[in-house]
């Protein structure tokens, strides 16, 4: 370990723990050789009989400040290492959460020999002394980040380490192929060192699958980790701002009579359904502008429809003749050429015109009633959203979602595999074919930090909030 790397396991740091803003409590946390000490100069007790921290019990007292000032009346507690979050010997203060009162503690604690911790340092010294795999050390701040119930689930099982686990033991029957190879090219005349190529092809192909397997949970998540991108599409004044305020119980969006007033994209982060999704409500669409803001708006909307897992097409609901549907050919067309499979049709001001009954589906694509300003139909439609988005890929407890970086170190150790495949059906000596066995190796234990480099630890940590 590097001169640089022990000093920056061996200090103590502190930071406060909870997030910005007044709160009713408020956490400094310390963590380091030095933590035990800090705590107890700072510290009166309320109790005579006190005489030391029993580890992992609350003590109450008065907290000083830098310049030895009574400044809060607090719980501490003091966790001896290792057994703590970090590994090394922690402190806690929770004090009352004001903004100037965490500020007076943690300039107490810096001024007794602590430094301030950088973002996710104190995760990732629970990394370096093992108390946890990197996948774990990632699904902290996953769990912080969660927009759902279901991405809570999602995070809490990789903290368990359900993921680690898995990889790991994909890696082990990699090893043990490893293994045999080795002790054939060490001992080539030895008969049985090497397994059968059916034996070892049979091998990489399940754990193929088994990767392919977790590859497939971090697609089904990526609606619950990045939010399902929802469009607003339809013609001008059709009411696309009414609903993207209705769906955000807020005016977001400008609402006038005047056609056009939306000439570029409006994006924010909603739940509907419970579902986290990207709502963006569109420049509306007709055939002919001078504007030329307004046609890069609607060249922006189409490129955003067309990676749209969810596109609401609005028609207005009161350009119709009797409730007939044969004022929108325009909107047809743009159906056809998105396909039905994604699309929900949004038949608007319903409360003007209403929806011809019996009438359910508009060119192969659902059809809803709503009303954007008196909110018919609304809740309705947020379950039909998150159903389209979906699709029965609503994770459960207990499932295994890699993120993003953890999907891409997947698909290399895939294809290295994929190409170990190849190297055997075509008879390929055993010491090439140990290369992709390796690369596979290498790529899997990337994921729970066996191998990781310095700047992959510094990418992952520098996303963490400071104090985690």
């Known amino acids: 370990m590097s001169d640089e790397r022990q000093s920056a396991v061996t200090d103590t740091i502190a930071a406060i723990a909870t997030a910005p803003g007044a709160g009713g409590v408020g956490v400094i946390r310390i963590s380091g050789d030095r ?43 003091f966790f001896k290492g290792p057994h703590s979050f970090t590994g ?53 701040a996953e769990l912080i980040a969660a927009p759902s ?3 809570v689930y999602l995070a809490s099982a990789k903290l368990d380490g359900l993921l680690g686990r898995r990889v ?5 029957r990699l090893e043990y192929l490893r293994q045999r190879v080795c002790l054939a090219i060490d001992f080539p005349d030895e008969e049985g060192e090497c397994l059968p190529p059916q034996e070892f092809s049979a091998i990489t192909q399940e754990v193929a699958a088994g990767i392919r397997a977790l590859l497939a949970g971090y697609e089904r998540a990526r609606c619950w980790r990045e939010g399902a991108l929802v469009v607003l599409a339809g013609q001008v004044n059709a009411g696309k701002s009414s609903l993207m305020n209705a769906f955000l119980g807020r005016p977001r969006a400008i609402v006038t009579e005047k056609p056009g007033t939306t000439r570029d994209y409006l994006e924010e982060q909603t739940t509907l359904a419970g579902l986290p999704v990207r709502l963006v409500d569109t420049a509306g669409l007709r055939e002919y502008s001078e504007d030329s ?21 609005v028609l207005d609901g009161s350009r119709a003749s009797s409730g007939s549907l044969e004022a929108f050919e325009a909107e047809k067309r743009l159906l056809q050429e998105l396909g039905p499979e994604r699309c929900l049709v949004l038949w608007n001001k319903a409360d ?12 192969g694509a659902p059809l809803l009633p709503v009303s954007a300003r008196g909110g018919t139909g609304i809740d309705e439609l947020c ?19 890699p993120n993003i970086r953890q999907a891409e170190q997947l698909r290399k150790a895939l294809e290295a595999l994929e190409a170990l495949e190849k190297a055997i059906a075509l008879l390929v000596p055993p010491d090439l074919c140990s290369i992709h066995l390796e690369t596979a190796c290498a790529h899997l234990a990337d994921i729970t930090g066996l191998n990781s480099t310095e700047e992959t630890l510094n990418a992952i940590f520098a996303s963490f909030c400071i104090g985690k």
Do not use: K, W, Y
Not at 384 to 396: H, N
């Open 293 to 313: 803001i307004e046609l890069e708006g609607m060249r922006r909307g189409r490129e955003l429809m067309e990676s749209a897992r969810c596109i609401l097409l």
């Open 88 to 140: 090394e010997d922690c402190a806690e203060i929770q004090g009352h959460g004001g903004p100037a009162v965490m500020a007076a503690l943690l300039e107490s604690v810096l001024s007794r020999g602590a430094r301030m911790a950088e973002r996710g340092e104190f995760t990732r010294r629970a990394f370096l002394n093992g108390r946890m795999e990197l996948s774990q050390a990632e699904a902290v």
């Open 383 to 401: 379950a039909a959203v998150r159903a389209l988005c979906l699709q029965d890929d609503t994770p459960e407890e207990g499932d295994i979602a």
């Open 149 to 151: 119930r279901e991405g």
């Open 352 to 363: 003007l015109m209403p929806l011809p009954e019996g009438v359910t589906q508009f060119h």
């Open 35 to 77: 933590a035990h000490d800090i705590l107890l100069s700072l510290f009166r007790p309320s109790s005579p009989a006190f005489q030391d921290f029993t580890p992992r019990m609350l003590h109450h007292g008065r907290i000083l400040d830098a310049a030895d000032r009574e400044a809060d009346d607090a719980l501490v507690v």
């Open 168 to 172: 790991e033991e994909l890696r082990g």
